[in-house]
């Protein structure tokens, strides 16, 4: 049942009807039934990954709270180490073992079988938000939730599981459990950001999609448009994920729950770094507080920041360790996007970056000295966010391709061949012709430019849903009708764009 469904649009109605008619000590069950209504809407065998998830977290974290566990903590690790394993272990084979049953054939001439296993959706996602409530209550800063009803809500809740974000359950659980009234200003707040994401989803991702898909899979058809190739994905990308976030966080606003914020305007970031603390968030947070963290403070990371300090100085020694735990949370991140080198690649493309420059930042300050750089001022900002975006683009190619080859040829092909004009060849809708082209490129065009003058109203601290809040109330009736009119009139070409990308993750 996708978001972008007529029978997602009658569920979310019924679910929130109910949700306020029902008395309120009842809410989060009633909320906890249709979260797993959802989920048996994508197949009744996949419900068995997301039970056993939920009842192995809810039995650990459980077990670590013990009277005869909790001081011991070789018995406290031992629970958390298997139950880390049966999950992440879950996780790696449904995800992981056809990728190394494919290298292992390559690298010895093998014949191993591939398993036909299918992956959950939105399996990453609560494992990933699972792991860190069991991780948080082995550091003591979490109490570990007594029932496993409430557990399962917030392992479950239907919004966030098939793409996130990542919630905590510190953050999460009083919102999930309390008895919420109904809130007329809520509501509105939670249909802006339902109908923002839409727009993203249908407006800009989904008419970037064919133009993705016909540039990547034929391009050395298409030689002249690898450029346009990776700025139609990094369109398709950003609306499709950020799109969908919206209108996750928009539906949880209207059962009076406050997620996470997931984007932060990703495309006026002034470094790598910078970008993903504005991209995939809570993947990002999630990321620093389980495995940067503890790498980077872990026994043998002070032993080699020691020895680094010996041989390289004080200066260099002190980076090293930092810039290994990076490189070592954008493995996990490349491994995290999918079973495939590109990935890993595209990962570590990403924690190199941000390795060098930590290595190069002292360097970097006396350059820009000499030079005479104004940090603050505007064109070197412009020229940050510039480059940054050439940077990320670059990874796209990585992300998006089939191939480590395909994506290097076609980083090639953008600086050698440049023939605009194929993009009038490129054929768009079910029929295969190119009668739609023309219209598609400029709906993506209209598209990108609206999004691009909210983001940049957002970037200088203007928030246009409030601005439009404060409006008298014909107005924004008007808007919200004419928004919700004209994105299946323009979002509508006749092609067959499928769901959102991070469901299958």
Not at 60 to 85: D, M, P
Not at 103 to 115: A, Y
Not at 442 to 468: A, D, Q, R, T
Request: proline share 3%.
């Amino acid at each position: 049942m996708a978001f972008n469904s007529f029978a997602f649009l009658v569920f979310v109605i019924i679910a929130a009807v109910g949700y306020y008619w029902i008395p309120r000590r009842f809410q989060w069950v009633w909320l906890l039934g249709f979260s797993y209504l959802y989920y048996l809407s994508y197949g009744t065998g996949l419900v068995g990954y997301l039970l056993f998830t939920t009842v192995t977290t809810w039995l650990g974290a459980g077990l670590l709270e013990h009277e005869k566990v909790k001081e011991s903590k070789n018995y406290r690790k031992t629970i958390l180490i298997v139950t880390l394993v049966l999950n992440f272990g879950m996780l790696g084979i449904l995800k992981y073992l056809n990728f190394l049953i494919l290298n292992l054939n390559r690298m010895f001439d093998g014949r191993l079988t591939f398993l036909d296993l299918a992956l959950p959706v939105g399996i990453s996602f609560y494992i990933f938000q699972s792991m860190g409530y069991l991780l948080d209550v082995y550091w003591k800063r979490q109490k570990a939730e007594k029932n496993l009803f409430r557990f399962a809500l917030f392992v479950s809740f239907f919004p966030q599981i098939l793409q996130g974000p990542i919630g905590r359950y510190s953050r999460l659980a009083g919102q999930l459990f309390e008895e919420h009234r109904w809130d007329g200003r809520r509501a509105e707040e939670g249909l802006q950001r339902i109908l923002w994401g839409f727009f993203k989803k249908m407006i800009i991702a989904d008419t970037a999609a064919p133009f993705v898909a016909a540039l990547f899979d034929e391009y050395q058809t298409y030689p002249g448009l690898a450029i346009f190739a990776v700025l139609a994905y990094s369109a398709q990308l950003y609306g499709d994920f950020s799109g969908g976030i919206d209108i996750v966080i928009g539906i949880s606003r209207i059962f009076g729950i406050t997620l996470d914020e997931n984007f932060k305007r990703p495309f006026f970031a002034r470094s790598i770094t910078d970008f993903w603390h504005r991209w995939h968030i809570t993947l990002g947070t999630w990321m620093k507080d389980y495995v940067f963290y503890p790498v980077s403070l872990s026994r043998w990371m002070s032993q080699f920041g020691k020895t680094a300090k010996k041989i390289f100085g004080k200066t260099t020694g002190r980076a090293l360790p930092i810039c290994l735990a990076n490189l070592i949370v954008f493995f996990v991140v490349g491994v995290w996007h999918g079973a495939a080198w590109k990935f890993i690649v595209y990962g570590l493309y990403n924690g190199g970056i941000i390795a060098f420059s930590g290595l190069m930042a002292p360097h970097y300050r006396t350059w820009k000295k000499k030079l005479g750089i104004v940090e603050k001022s505007s064109g070197w900002q412009l020229f940050q966010i510039v480059r940054t975006f050439i940077l990320v683009n670059i990874s796209w190619f990585f992300d998006r391709a089939d191939t480590i080859p395909q994506a290097l040829t076609m980083m090639k092909n953008s600086v050698t061949h440049w023939t605009p004009a194929q993009i009038l060849q490129v054929p768009v809708g079910l029929a295969g012709g190119t009668s739609y082209t023309l219209s598609a490129l400029i709906i993506l065009l209209m598209g990108v430019c609206v999004l691009f003058v909210y983001s940049l109203l957002e970037e200088n601290g203007k928030n246009p849903m409030e601005i439009l809040r404060g409006c008298p109330g014909w107005v924004r009736i008007a808007v919200y009708l004419m928004v919700f009119l004209a994105l299946p009139t323009l979002g509508q070409l006749p092609s067959d764009t499928g769901g959102f990308i991070y469901a299958q993750f």
